[in-house]
Every structure is written in structure tokens, then in C-alpha cells.
């Protein structure tokens, strides 16, 4: 172990100064022997001893044998650090190539990935698991998670066509046009990254040149939902796909949707802020009165309500949950799916032209 330690000590402080290089080839023919199941050069272990120990040696004798000790113990944690350091990069480089994220528990805490609200991972992570002492659990889970994400390195690299994935009673921004190609958002209206993509399509075209549509997802957290309102918006977007106005130019759903992310109340503030810090009372109430606003009758919208706290549309968001979850494979929201590929979290403006 010492052998190997000094090694990977050695590597490093070579790069920097040339007095350590002449001990790095021996500590390199110490470690290669020890990984072919070998005895180290115990002559050049017992140098770099010699030579570490030297000093406590001509001052406190007594303590060379506890040093001595010592240094095999911080031998193992340095290999056990360098071998877990490199699980982790391999760990995050795998993740950043297949979600976009280098932490799937926390996409946003990944500075190297697209901006997104992420969707958080329920299974306790590898530190709080060992924090409760369920070693068996921290190893289970962690390389459960790691396998979930090399199974779906193929799903990376496929072609990704936005209609394999289409929700039921799909509704376009524009309008369906089979000369154009069709783009899938997964959003939560509650996130403000969402808004800010909605915002870039708008500004790149992108609305005009695809047939845009969406699932909508309300990121769901250990308390609830991460926007408390996410899933009651959610709920009279499916209703009035169900429902569709027939007579709107532009479908209710998506002009509700486009309040929410690019227009404000009166006092100047985001509609999406004011819905996200509502209470659900207030909030119904103003998805009832923009439901009425945008040309439902007093009938219509009583019906919407009714059908948004239905079964059919808890199995209907149930549904789409499984899409995004199980077919789509996302941990980041905003997701869009579009020329042929996924893209995970905001996208600028140029990347939409």
C-alpha cells in the first residue's frame, strides 16, 4: 500500500519539481509489481520511510514507531481517496454525456450542464445513507444509479423523433402543419427556466418553423411539489385539451401558458411568480377568470374546473409522468426534443434557429 500511495504522491509533485522524478520511476516498478499480485521493492519503501521519518527520528525517537504506523494508514486513505476520486469523474463525465448534468441528483448543481429546474432523485444519496449506517444501501444504491445511467447511454445516441413521445389530445401553438417537423417541450409552468426557453422560442422563430407542443410535468419534490401550484396549472391544461375551445384561434391551453411565461400583472410582476406564490384558492381562480378571458363561458369554465379534478386527468398526468421518467429519460426541466435529438435544460436563442 505504501508502495502505491508514494507513487500516487509522487506523480503529482514530479509534474512540478524535477528532484522528485528520480524516485518516480522506482515507485512506479514498487506499484506495478503490487498490482501483478508481486512483493514491492522493499528496499525503496524503506528509503522514502527513511526519509520521511528522519527528522522525528533525530528529535523524538520514541514517536518513530507511531509514525511509522501512521504513514501506512495514511497510505491506504490516499489510495482510497485517489480510487474514489476517479469513480467519481468517470461517474459525472457519464452522466454529463447522457442527462447533461454531472450530478443526477441535482442537475442544477452542475455548473458544467445547461441551465434547469431539476427534477431531484428520492433515493438517499451515497453520504446520507452512510450517515444512517445503511453501508449496504449506500453501495446498493449507488451502483444501481450508476448502471440506470450506462443502460441508458443508448438512448443518447439514438435519433430522437419528437412523435414517438406526443401526449394524448397533443395541442400546437400554431396549429398542426404536416409540411413542418414537430418539437416536444417537457416544462413545469412553475419553472422559471421554462419560462426563459419559452421566451427564446419566441424570439428565435422557433414557434413558427416547428409544430410546437409539451407534456407538462410538475416536478414533484419530498414535500410535495417543488412550485406548489405546478400541478393544479397542470391540471387545467389537460382539462382544456380535453375540452379544446373550438372557436380560439390559438388553443386556451397555450395562451394560459403564455401568460404564465411571458406576460405580468399590473404591478409588473411575472404572472409565472404571482401563480407560483398563490395560494391554490387564488390561483384556481385565476386559471377560471384567464379560462373565461381567453372565451370560455361561464358553462364551459365550470366544466373545466370539474374535469381538472377528475380521474381521467390524474391518469392522464400519470401517464405523461411515466413518458418523461421511463421513454424520455430526463432529469432536467426544461427538456425539448427537436432535430433529431434531446436537449436537456435552457436553450439559447442561436441553438433554436
Known sequence: MFCIAAFIVLLFMAAVSARYRKYLAKAWNCTFR???????????????????????????????????????????????????????????????????????????????????????DQTPGFGDSIAAWDIVGAFGNEFASLGETFSAIPSRMQNWGATTYLPANASYLNGFDSGKETA?????????????????????????????????????????????NSLLVTQYLEALRLNPLDSAATPVDWQILKRIYSEKNDAGVSWQSVINEAEPAAADALLQGWSAEFGLSPAQVASITSVAASDKITQIIAANKKTVEESIHTVKIPTIIFDGRRHDGLVSVGDLK
Open 184 to 228: 416536444l417541450e417537457v416544462i413545469d409552468p412553475g419553472c422559471t427556466y421554462c419560462l426563459q426557453l419559452f421566451q427564446n422560442i419566441e424570439a428565435s422563430g422557433f414557434d413558427k418553423k416547428e409544430n410546437l407542443t409539451y407534456i407538462a410535468y410538475p416536478i414533484q419534490s419530498a414535500t410535495g411539489y417543488k412550485f406548489k
Open 34 to 120: 503490487r498490482m501483478t499480485f508481486r512483493p514491492c521493492d522493499t528496499t525503496f519503501k524503506q528509503d522514502m520511510k527513511d526519509h520521511l521519518l528522519a527528522p522525528i527520528a533525530a528529535r523524538r525517537p520514541g514517536l518513530v514507531k507511531p509514525a511509522s504506523i501512521g504513514l501506512e494508514v495514511v497510505a491506504v486513505l490516499i489510495i482510497l481517496t485517489t480510487i474514489w476520486s476517479g469513480y467519481e469523474v468517470v461517474k459525472s463525465g457519464v452522466n454529463l454525456y447522457v442527462y447533461g448534468t454531472c450530478n443526477k441528483q441535482d442537475s442544477a448543481s452542475c455548473s458544467l450542464g445547461a441551465e434547469a429546474c431539476s427534477i431531484p
